[in-house]
Antibody, heavy 114, light 107 residues
Framework: EVQLVESGGGLVQPGSPLKLSCAAS????????LNWIRQAPGKGLEWVAS????????YYPDTVKGRFVVSKDNAKNTGYLQMNNLRSEDTAMYYC???????WGQGVMVTVSS | DIQMTQSPSSLPASLGDRVTITCRAS??????LRWFQQKPGKSPRLMIY???NLAAGVPSRFSGSRSGSDYSLTISSLESEDMADYYC?????????FGAGTKLELK
């Protein structure tokens, strides 16, 4: 069974860093892209980052470029989203999804507030 | 960046209705278009990929179509379990972009 489980969310102050994890199982993680998508409370979906199967290429929208870093450890079947210099507008539920967006995790909440 | 203009934002409908949600792409995206269903408190569920292909386990009353730069999700006969938010996503280019969403609700 394919599973993606996010962790690492919480309440942080503006300007703080936070690192999310996405633990994968039930499929060949090293052959899959990993995507991060977020959803602010009561709002729509926003794509945040993608990384290719071997981790050599990463992609971001302008809203997070230079602050967020996506990575994956294929040996540990785990993906990461390092978020730096967090802002109030980064407050959202963060989801990871694999290649094709056919499987998503349950999401983890990140709240940025003083 | 490619913009996805989704309409309507809200769609009141009755059980048994045929309903259609549309996304218009600002640039050519070929068939790199997916549709998702999201119910309150749940993760999005892939419904359609490649603009017209039904994802595994999705009921056959759902279908996707394309006419030029317009992409549509149609539910042939609305059931109560279909009440949800729906989003389109283009993955032709980075940044991948979602439509703003459509809330499908009972009239």
């Amino acid at each position: 069974e394919v599973q993606l489980v996010e962790s690492g969310g919480g309440l942080v102050q503006p300007g703080s860093p936070l690192k999310l994890s996405c633990a994968a199982s039930g499929f060949t993680f090293s052959s899959n892209w990993l995507n991060w998508i977020r959803q602010a409370p009561g709002k729509g979906l926003e794509w945040v980052a993608s990384i290719n199967p071997d981790g050599s290429s990463t992609y971001y929208p302008d809203t997070v470029k230079g602050r967020f870093v996506v990575s994956k450890d294929n040996a540990k079947n785990t993906g990461y989203l390092q978020m730096n210099n967090l802002r109030s507008e980064d407050t959202a539920m963060y989801y990871c999804a694999r290649t094709g967006y056919g499987y998503w995790g349950q999401g983890v909440m990140v709240t940025v507030s003083s | 960046d490619i913009q996805m203009t989704q309409s309507p934002s809200s769609l009141p409908a009755s059980l048994g209705d045929r309903v259609t949600i549309t996304c218009r792409a600002s640039q050519d995206i070929g068939n790199y278009l997916r549709w998702f269903q999201q119910k309150p408190g749940k993760s999005p569920r892939l419904m359609i990929y490649g603009a017209t292909n039904l994802a595994a386990g999705v009921p056959s009353r759902f279908s996707g179509s394309r006419s030029g730069s317009d992409y549509s999700l149609t539910i042939s006969s609305l059931e109560s379990e279909d009440m949800a938010d729906y989003y389109c996503l283009q993955s032709k280019e980075s940044p991948n972009t979602f439509g703003a969403g459509t809330k499908l609700e009972l009239k």
